[in-house]
Structure formats: structure tokens, C-alpha cells
């Protein structure tokens, strides 16, 4: 386990360094520069790129920018907060975007597993239906017409929560924007259990095992789920870095300060280390909960696990 | 093999048993009218061809039908020290609880996907004792040890903490075997158990389930498309088609004296080495749709031999001697006299001059 799991952080580092590199490139090559102010005269810009390092050869700058991100230091912001550092934009903003994404996560895997093993356990009545019926639901409406809806029934009409994002009330500003990110999860999850979990009770080893005489309980929690859990840990990777990443329209609508936010703004205004800093950070999440899945799969699945032992 | 059976040893005794599946093309009859005893210490194979009813027969014995399946008519009676339960008027779900891995046992077809992937063979062995038999997890793993030591598993101690994955398919088929006898059942249901297995690994197994049968004195039943098998270990044959019994006997009965022309179809398909002829025979056709109402023998359209009557009225049971039963109007003291196929005679009569000496 030892050395798988070592095996994987070697190429999981390997794949952040690629991810950095092609970005870096892709952000050389684009029209455009930070200095865009059309007072500035040639001299004025020639000092500007000497002062922040643009004017040296590409692979140094890659080099000389690889060194600080392992720094954690990411330069500082060419114009969004002119000279501020990107590290310190991050650390007020990630948190946030993660706090929602797992929020939503959470909500997302429980609620979604419970109609998933309900309708798989029902399947074919009318309790079906309605699972089913609930996940198509959240699979084709887009999560900002959910935002929408809830801001204005909930969170305007009823009043229960603050429709904008207030930091003096952190937890409670995040309940709209987690309901509204974790439909899709929801209808995901829910979709693939009730398939998973009916493949899975139609088996060779279910027939078996009720061949044993078990009680129902225990059949279902010792073999159906156990196998099921193998296959929904596989999609809930994707789905959590989807719920990261994903939630810059939701960030938008409520006025929420997360990465998603930021990125949007960098891009616009040309702003390459934050740009650089908020793609490297969308990887390295990528990575690092695909890492954390792959892990996962192998203290559930012994297959895995007891073939990267060693017999 | 007793000729004449004492009622009181019957361990099994199915009546006239129906069952149907709702299906979404309509309701299919999958059994029709099937009788069969059981007795203590007897091995009944059950012949046919795939879709015939054999697994669904052994399935309503276990409780373990589909969803869909229900049983319409007839009896399964269970002998269980001298109380009689029929397992029709039980729900599954207590058939399951109360016989199921405990009193009735089964070997499923394919190891390899019949042992749960995310349990180590310790564990599976071990459930079934710790949910029947009230003794401690101690005890339960000794006797799982002893249960992978008497199927025949080397170095039981490692295989115990082992998952299926690391086994090859014969030893897994040994673990559902141990599975199986895990709490002592009296009827142990092997639903082709060699079929997925190597025909070298197939002999081990087809004498392992012997040697225990004959240790514990349990009752098989054998579920099996294959002749070979049958021929090794069976002591009495229910030749089953379209849902229905068609004939039966002792093995003697079936295999040198078979009445019905799909018993003389079956034997004369199995591969001889001797045969004057270069092809295998087959039967033609294929089995009937049970979706529709099946009018007269469901054989008769497939059957060179069959009569007019064949394609109006449904053959009753007739006794032709001994425990021979055949559902063919062939048996009828007014059919015209029809004889076997002459391969199949010559066949026969050389496997009996090598019997008799």
C-alpha cells in the first residue's frame, strides 16, 4: 500500500509540472499584456517588464516561477489589487469556495445515496419514480436557476437567509449557495447508486450470499453496499472537484469573494498570476481528491489493495 | 438404490408445482406440473436444456425466486425430523431465515462470480454458521477452518484471511462448497456446479461432493445439462423440457431403456467416440416460447416421431414399470410401437455388454 500510494504522489507531482508548463505556455502566447495603459512609452514599459521578469527567456521565467510555487508564492497581482500577492488573495478566498464545495458535497453524497439505495431497493414502484424522477430533475436544471429560484423564495420572500453573501454571518450566508450546488450532485449520486446498487443485487455473490440465510440488514450492508460504495467513490472525485471549480456562477449570483469569482475577474483584466495561480489551483485540487480516490478505492476494493501488497 | 423407497425417508416432495413470470410481454409459464421426491441420502439429477425450469425449480426451493416469480399451484413439502412444511405457504423471506444455508444448501454455477469480491473467504464461510448455529466467532472460525480442510483446501490458515481474487476457480467452487455445508444441511442443491469449471478441476469437484454426501449422509439435488455428469453421480434422473417433467427413473431406467424420443434426442446428442456416423446429433429446433399457451406435448413440433394426438392433448404421466415414468402418448398401450433410434440402440447395447461383462 506503501508503494502505491508513493507511486501515485510521484505522478500526481509529474502532472501538476505538465499542467504548469502548458499553462505557462498558453499564457505567453496570448495577445495581450498586463501593461496595457497606452501612456506608457516604450522606455516606461521595458522598465515595467524588467522590474517584474518579463523580459527574460521563457524557460528561466518558467524555472524562476516553478521555484515559488513550491514557495507557495505565486508573484503578485499585475492590476486587480495592484502589487498585492496572489498567495494572500488566495488564502482569503479559497476557503470560502471550499467550504461551499465540500457543503455541498456532503449534502449532495448523503441525500443522493439514500434515493439512489431507496429507489434501487424499490425499483419498479412508485417510490422509484420519484427518485428517479428527482434526479432527472437535478441532472437537466442548471444550478443557477435553482440559485435564482431559491433568492427569491427562500431567501427573499421568506427571509430565512441572506440573499447576498455576509461576511459577518459566514455559515449561515453558505446554506443558500450549498442547497443550489448540491442538486447536481444529488441527481448524480442518486443516479448512479440505484444503477450500480440494482447491478449489484442482481449478482452472482447477492444470490449467493441470500442463499445463506442472512437477514436482509446484513446482506444489504456487508455485500450490497460495500460493492456499490466501490463504483460511487470512482464518480464522487469528478464531482467534488466539479462542485470546487464549478461554482463561479453560483459564486456570482451570491456575491460570494470565492476562487471561481476571482478567476473570472484575472482572465478579464489580463491578470497572469492569478490567472496562473487560480488554474494551478483548480489542477492541483483535480489532482490531489482524484489521489485521495485512488486511495480511497484501494482500502475498499482489495482487489487493489492486496495486489500492490505483494503476495 | 433401493427399489422400493420407505416413505419415511423422504426429505422432499414436490406436487404438481406451477410457477409463472410477469414479464412485460406477458406471463410466462415456466413450470408446469412439476412432481418429484426426494429421498434421504439420494443424489436426483435434474436434465434438460437452458429455459427448461431446471434453476427455477431449485430456486423456489430456496426462496430465491426473482421478483417477478410466483408460485401459482402445488406443494413443496420440506421433511424436516418428521414435522412436514410445506414451503409454498411460506414467504421467502422466512424460507430464507429458517432454511436457507441451515437445512437447505446451494452450489452455484460459476465460482467465479458467485463469492463477494470485498470479503476475505474466512468471512463468508463464517456467516452462515454465526447466523444459524449459536456459537461464538471462535468457534465459528474453527469450524470454517475445518470446513476449508474438508473441501480440500490446503493450508486453510492462509486462505482463510485471502480474498476470492486470489483464487483459482476450483478452489473457489471448494469455498461455496464449504459455504454450503457450512451448517450441516440435509439437502445440498447444485446448480451446475462443474460447468464453469476445467474438466480436470470437474472430476475433483463431482467426487468431493460425493465423499461428503456420503460422509454426512445428505441428499443432492443436481441441476445439469451435462450426461457425463449425470451418469457419474446420479441415482435417479428427471429429464425436464419446456417446464415439465417428461421422464424419470432411476439412472439404470434413463440411460439404458429411455421411453421418451426427447430423453432418445438428449442421449443420442452426447459425443461418442465410437459412433459410425461423423456428425454430432442434435435435436432440431429450439424449446418453445412459454409465453404462449402450449397446445398438446410442447415436444411434438420438434419431435420426428410424434403422433397426431401429440399436437392436441398434453401426454399424461405413464407408469412403464419399475420407478419409470414418461409423459409421452408413445406409452399409451394403443401407440403404434416406435422404437428408438437405431445409433442410440447400438450405442446402448454396448455400454450394456460393457456393464454386464
Known amino acids: 500500500m506503501g508503494k502505491y500510494i508513493t507511486k501515485r504522489v510521484l505522478i500526481a507531482i509529474f502532472t501538476l509540472l505538465v499542467i504548469l508548463f502548458v499553462l505557462f505556455v498558453m499564457l505567453?502566447?496570448?495577445?495581450?499584456?498586463?501593461?496595457?495603459?497606452?501612456k506608457l512609452t516604450a522606455d516606461q514599459l521595458a522598465l515595467l517588464n524588467a522590474k517584474y521578469g518579463l523580459d527574460q527567456p521563457f524557460m528561466i521565467r518558467f524555472i524562476n516561477y516553478v521555484k515559488c510555487v513550491i514557495k507557495f508564492d505565486f508573484g503578485v497581482s499585475y492590476n486587480i489589487q495592484k502589487n498585492l500577492a496572489v498567495s494572500s488573495m488566495l488564502a482569503t478566498r479559497l476557503p470560502i469556495s471550499i467550504q461551499i464545495g465540500l457543503q455541498a458535497m456532503?449534502?449532495?453524497?448523503?441525500?443522493?445515496?439514500?434515493?439512489?439505495?431507496?429507489?434501487?431497493l424499490k425499483r419498479n414502484t412508485w417510490i422509484?419514480?420519484?427518485?428517479?424522477?428527482?434526479?432527472?430533475?437535478?441532472?437537466?436544471?442548471?444550478?443557477y436557476v435553482i440559485a435564482l429560484g431559491l433568492a427569491y423564495f427562500v431567501g427573499f420572500k421568506l427571509g430565512w437567509f441572506p440573499i447576498l453573501y455576509n461576511a459577518s454571518k459566514p455559515f449561515i450566508s453558505t446554506i443558500m449557495p450549498t442547497m443550489a450546488l448540491s442538486l447536481s450532485p444529488i441527481a448524480n449520486i442518486a443516479r448512479f447508486t440505484r444503477s450500480e446498487m440494482i447491478e449489484v443485487l442482481n449478482s452472482d455473490y447477492v444470490?449467493?450470499?441470500?442463499?445463506?440465510?442472512?437477514?436482509?440488514?446484513?446482506?444489504?450492508?456487508?455485500?450490497?453496499l460495500r460493492n456499490t460504495l466501490i463504483s460511487i467513490i470512482t464518480v464522487m472525485g469528478p464531482l467534488l472537484v466539479g462542485l470546487l471549480t464549478g461554482s463561479m456562477v453560483i459564486e456570482k449570483i451570491f456575491s460570494i469573494p470565492g476562487l471561481g469569482y476571482l478567476m473570472v475577474q484575472a482572465i478579464q483584466n489580463n491578470d497572469y498570476n492569478v490567472v496562473m495561480a487560480c488554474a494551478f489551483i483548480y489542477s492541483f485540487l483535480y489532482i490531489f481528491v482524484m489521489l485521495i480516490v485512488d486511495i480511497l478505492y484501494g482500502i475498499i476494493d482489495p482487489r487493489i489493495r492486496v495486489a500492490k501488497e505483494g503476495e | 438404490m433401493s427399489e422400493k423407497k420407505d416413505k419415511k425417508d423422504r426429505v422432499l416432495s414436490i406436487r404438481d408445482l406451477d410457477i409463472s413470470f410477469d414479464t412485460s410481454n406477458g406471463v410466462v409459464k415456466a413450470i408446469r406440473g412439476?412432481?418429484?421426491?426426494?429421498?434421504?441420502?439420494?443424489?436426483?439429477?435434474?436434465?434438460?436444456?437452458?429455459?427448461?425450469?431446471k434453476s427455477v425449480t431449485v430456486k423456489a426451493i430456496m426462496g430465491i425466486l426473482a421478483s417477478n416469480g410466483h408460485i401459482d399451484n402445488g406443494s413443496i413439502t420440506f421433511f424436516d425430523e418428521g414435522k412436514a412444511i410445506d414451503l409454498v405457504k411460506m414467504k421467502p423471506k422466512d424460507i430464507r431465515y429458517n432454511y436457507c444455508g441451515k437445512k437447505i444448501a446451494m452450489v452455484f454455477q460459476d465460482p467465479m462470480t458467485s463469492l463477494d469480491p470485498t470479503m476475505t473467504i474466512g468471512r463468508q464461510i463464517m456467516e452462515p454458521i454465526l447466523e444459524h448455529l449459536k456459537v461464538s466467532h471462535q468457534e465459528a472460525k474453527n469450524r470454517a477452518m475445518e470446513l476449508l480442510e474438508l473441501v480440500g483446501i490446503e493450508n486453510p490458515q492462509k486462505r482463510f484471511k485471502q480474498y476470492p481474487h486470489q483464487l483459482s476457480g476450483g478452489m473457489r467452487q471448494r469455498v461455496v462448497i464449504a459455504i454450503a455445508l457450512s451448517c450441516d444441511p440435509q439437502i445440498l442443491i447444485c446448480d451446475e456446479p462443474t460447468t464453469a469449471l476445467d474438466v480436470t478441476i470437474q472430476a475433483k469437484i463431482l467426487e468431493l461432493i460425493k465423499d461428503i454426501q456420503y460422509k454426512k449422509n445428505i441428499s443432492v439435488i443436481y441441476i445439469t445439462h451435462d450426461l457425463g455428469v449425470v451418469a457419474k453421480v446420479a441415482d435417479y434422473v428427471a429429464v425436464m423440457y419446456a417446464g415439465k417433467i417428461i421422464e424419470k427413473g432411476n439412472i439404470d431406467e434413463i440411460f439404458y431403456d429411455p421411453r421418451h424420443p426427447y430423453t432418445w434426442g438428449l442421449l443420442s446428442s452426447m459425443p461418442d467416440v465410437d459412433t459410425d456416423s461423423h456428425r454430432l446429433f442434435a435435436i432440431p429446433g429450439s424449446c418453445p416460447n412459454l409465453l404462449e399457451r402450449v397446445e398438446g406435448d410442447a415436444f411434438a413440433p420438434r419431435n420426428p416421431y410424434a403422433l397426431k394426438i401429440d399436437f392436441k392433448v398434453e401426454p399424461p404421466i405413464f407408469d412403464v414399470g419399475g420407478q419409470h415414468r414418461v409423459a409421452s402418448w408413445l406409452c399409451h398401450p394403443n401407440a403404434p410401437k416406435v422404437e428408438m433410434p437405431e445409433q442410440l440402440r447400438k450405442r446402448i447395447d454396448k455400454m450394456l455388454k460393457e456393464v454386464r461383462g
Open chain 2, 34 to 53: 412439476v412432481r418429484l421426491d426426494l429421498f434421504k441420502g439420494e443424489t436426483i439429477a435434474i436434465v434438460g436444456e437452458s429455459g427448461s425450469g
Open chain 1, 106 to 120: 456532503v449534502v449532495g453524497t448523503i441525500i443522493g445515496m439514500l434515493l439512489g439505495i431507496i429507489a434501487a
Open chain 1, 207 to 224: 444470490l449467493l450470499a441470500q442463499s445463506k440465510g442472512i437477514k436482509q440488514y446484513k446482506l444489504i450492508i456487508n455485500h450490497v
Open chain 1, 28 to 38: 505567453d502566447k496570448m495577445p495581450g499584456s498586463p501593461f496595457n495603459d497606452e
Open chain 1, 128 to 143: 422509484d419514480t420519484l427518485c428517479t424522477g428527482i434526479s432527472v430533475l437535478g441532472v437537466s436544471v442548471p444550478s
